[in-house]
């Protein structure tokens, strides 16, 4: 037997290739792993052709394509008031986890604790502790799960760099107001630690409640880096693509991971999302689009024995079972989707602890017919 002695020796499958597998195994509709189970724009599609066909084929500038920088800078500037310099505070990136990681391997340091706020992303906790660094976790409670900024603080020990922060959250749905970046930019700023937010989710924000992105709170801003998902905006997971916004001097440390991590990405898909994100009606229907689909859903859930929990935000919505059944979440989500034939995400995957809310997560950006046929399999549990 090889003596491996592994850097990650808690890190197993993701949640979400596990139940993918399983719901392919068992035919299920798969409401788990977060994807749209509809196509992205022709017009998108025949962009990056284009530029297939033009020979633009080979590597990108390693910060990414100035076209698309560029297209990101006025963006985020009409988005969110700031301004940027598309040179020395943009790079793109392969999706929101390639920043994610190239952002914390860049910046912790072995023995560094980092704060993550649980449910939280699988991604976080094994970037940091393959870095060396200590995750502290700071765990919110369903049904609310609200930041108590007060009770976060008292994590922070001398040897905190970086708290880790989602806005649209996944999997609850919440998204932060205005006096969260306010509270958090006064302890980041009087106990001097970083903060990586991922916004993965920025146009996904429901009921007329604005994304409040990092880049809104200049003061945040300058300790900080903010992480996007382009894959979310333009219904292409599989694309990959995304990019990390931060002030010179982080940029310049971000990039030297990058750099090795990845190099570059994929050249004529930066030039066709140029192209793409230069005409706002292509992501300013967002909003209206998904809140219509978490609509939908919770229509045609009426009757189903299991509780809604509010989504604000992001393509999830979450469900309490706690009045169907006792059964662990892990061990519901499995039975869901292989006796019911619905595939859904069990919520302590999220957390370290493994803390059970009895709370689950489906995913609805997916067609009304989807939806449909998943809640007329899923009315049945009233009959249990
Ligand atoms: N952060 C969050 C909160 C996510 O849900 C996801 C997955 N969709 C990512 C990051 C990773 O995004 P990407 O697919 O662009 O790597
Ligand atoms: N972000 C997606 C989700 O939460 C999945 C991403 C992945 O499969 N790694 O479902």
Excluded at 237 to 254: D, H, N, S
Excluded at 304 to 328: C, H, I
């Amino acid at each position: 037997m090889l003596n491996l002695h592994s850097k990650l020796p808690n890190t197993g499958t993701s949640i979400f290739s596990v139940m993918t597998a399983l719901a392919n195994e068992h035919g299920a509709i798969n409401l788990s792993q977060g994807f749209p189970d509809f196509d992205c724009d022709q017009a998108l599609k025949s962009l990056v052709t284009k530029y297939m066909r033009k020979g633009l084929n080979q590597y990108a500038p390693m910060s990414g394509v100035r076209e698309l920088r560029q297209v990101i800078a006025t963006k985020m500037q009409k988005s969110y008031g700031m301004e940027l310099d598309p040179d020395a505070e943009i790079t793109i990136t392969a999706g929101a986890t390639e920043a994610l990681f190239s952002a914390i391997t860049a910046l912790v340091r072995p023995d560094d604790e980092v704060i993550l706020i649980e449910p939280a992303y699988d991604s976080y906790r094994p970037a940091v502790e393959v870095n060396g660094g200590i995750a502290v976790t700071y765990e919110l409670k369903a049904p609310d799960y609200k930041v108590d900024w007060k009770l976060l603080e008292r994590l922070i020990s001398w040897r905190t760099r970086l708290i880790v922060v989602n806005t649209p959250h996944n999997p609850t749905g919440k998204v932060f107001r205005q006096a969260d970046w306010q509270q958090l930019q006064k302890i980041a700023e009087d106990r001097d630690i970083l903060v990586l937010s991922d916004e993965a989710y920025e146009h996904l924000t429901f009921d007329g409640l604005a994304h409040q992105s990092m880049l809104r709170f200049p003061e945040v801003y300058t300790r900080g880096l903010a992480v996007f998902s382009f894959g979310k905006t333009i219904h292409a997971t599989g694309w990959k693509m995304g990019c990390c916004i931060a002030p010179p001097q982080l940029t310049r440390e971000f990039r030297k991971v990058h750099q090795y991590n990845v190099f570059s990405v994929n050249t004529p898909m930066q030039y066709a999302l140029a192209d793409f994100f230069a005409d706002e009606e292509n992501y300013i229907h967002l909003p209206a689009f998904f809140q219509e689909k978490r609509d939908f859903f919770l229509r045609q859930m009426e009757g189903v024995p299991l509780k809604p929990l509010k989504s604000e935000g992001t393509y999830f919505q979450l469900f309490d079972y706690s009045a169907l059944s006792d059964m662990p979440d892990l061990e519901f989500a499995k039975w869901l989707t292989t006796e019911v034939g619905v595939a859904a995400i069990p919520t302590s995957a999220f957390y370290a602890s493994g803390r059970d809310e009895k709370v689950v997560r489906f995913c609805f950006a997916k067609q009304e017919q989807t939806l449909k046929k998943a809640a007329e399999k899923l009315i049945k549990l009233g009959d249990l």
